[in-house]
């Protein structure tokens, strides 16, 4: 039976052998999901992995909820896109510990349309880094056992989601396998995600805003000045909608590193930078998002 994978040794298909559910490729390159519930197609050199310890910081801050109102806004969005019947295939690219593709299934059962939705979802997540793909693979298998707990007949394997290590720069995807792409505080770079959309998919983004963590970002970059909002663009993509997504939060200089962890400019901050933050408490701390829905030519 064919699946959505490519073989990353030579490209070509991979298909699922029934019995074993493992994946093999006609040139007999053999690949099986490991014990702890997740594949590993390739690994980058240099992979971007989180210390446990900024991981563990990072889960906590994004399970407390705190950027809850994005979440509700990419549902909208979801709920909005004219999907089309049947099976959908939902990528999660640079998926971390898997906290958005969670939520995101999660907010969507909350509603009697949206549940529909989240029952027809095949969702996949992709990161080059292992240790956060395991995090996200043990924290599904532990809802699973407490969900079977509470009521043995429900299939969890049935609305699993796919983790998957893989290097980033060519992802062991086919064209045109989903219907719908989250890039979420990430920039869409080169044409692999376009590549991987159906003709008439949709990419939801989430990128930083102008005044996104301003105080923070203010420390790092003294003579810091604020830019223009910039929509996002793409002679392949169809903008559809946009929103901006702005609101505060008060936080203590713990919360504020983690913060400063997922952004891209992390690195820029010195080690005078850090204690100043970490000393630091902050009462309105700006969030500030554009989130745009936009389909596949």
């Not at 810091?224 to 909002?229: C, G, H, P, V």
């Amino acid at each position: 039976m064919k699946s959505l994978y490519l073989c990353p040794k030579c490209e070509q298909p991979l298909l699922i052998h029934e019995a074993s559910q493992g994946l093999h490729c006609c040139k007999k390159h053999h690949f099986d999901k490991n014990e702890n519930g997740y594949w590993i197609f390739s690994q980058a050199k240099k992979p971007q992995i989180d210390s446990r310890q900024i991981m563990r910081a990072k889960r906590f801050l994004l399970e407390s909820g705190i950027f809850q109102p994005v979440v509700d806004v990419i549902d909208t969005m979801i709920q909005q896109a004219e999907l089309a019947e049947g099976p959908i295939n939902y990528l999660d690219y640079e998926c971390g510990e898997g906290y958005y593709l969670r939520t995101i299934k999660d907010k969507l059962a909350q509603s009697p349309e949206g549940e529909k939705l989240a029952q027809r979802l095949n969702a996949y997540g992709i990161t080059e880094a292992e240790n956060a793909i395991f995090s996200a693979a043990k924290i599904q298998s532990e809802a699973n056992a407490e969900t079977q707990a509470q009521d043995e007949s429900i299939d969890t394997e049935a609305t699993d989601s796919h983790f998957i290590v893989s290097t980033l720069k060519k992802l062991p995807f086919a064209s045109e396998s989903f219907d719908l792409i989250t890039l979420i505080d990430k920039q869409l770079k080169g044409k692999e995600l376009i590549r991987l959309l159906k003709t008439g998919g949709y990419l939801i983004q989430v990128s930083p805003a102008p005044r996104h963590l301003w105080q923070i970002k203010s420390m790092v970059y003294p003579d810091l000045t604020e830019k223009e909002l910039a929509l996002p663009k793409s002679s392949e993509l169809e903008l559809l909608h946009t929103e901006q997504v702005s609101f505060t939060l008060p936080i203590d200089g713990t919360q504020a590193l983690a913060l400063l962890e997922m952004t891209p400019y992390a690195w820029r901050a010195n080690e005078r930078v850090r204690k100043q933050l970490a000393s630091s408490s902050f009462d309105s701390l700006e969030i500030d998002f554009l989130i745009s829905l936009s389909k596949k030519r």
